[in-house]
């Protein structure tokens, strides 16, 4: 659900999940914003490494009022690796 009036904080957080799940490419005025979803076919020791790389990527270049603290993969009922994101005070 989008938040039409976020306070700053909250737009912070929505960013950041933005960020999360918008694949390179598919923002049509910033090609490189998002996190690349091309992952699927590479062994699950470099998954996990490259997924971590790319969300503290991605948020230290669109997001910089705040720090990635660290990156969380669990992976739900399917197999897909679901990236949670702690954020704080950069």
Do not use: C, H
């Not at 699950?44 to 270049?61: H, K, M, Y």
């Not at 992976?75 to 005070?89: E, S, V, Y």
């Amino acid at each position: 659900m989008f938040n039409w009036s976020p306070t700053p904080a909250e737009k912070v957080v929505q960013n950041v999940r933005t960020l999360l799940v918008t694949a390179p490419g598919s923002v049509p005025l910033a090609r490189a914003m998002g996190t690349p979803q091309d992952v699927i076919d590479l062994p699950e020791s470099a998954v996990g490494a490259r997924l971590q790389a790319d969300v503290i990527r991605a948020v230290r270049t669109y997001e910089q009022r705040v720090a990635i603290k660290s990156v969380k993969l669990t992976p739900d009922a399917d197999g897909k690796l679901i990236a949670t994101a702690t954020i704080g005070a950069p």
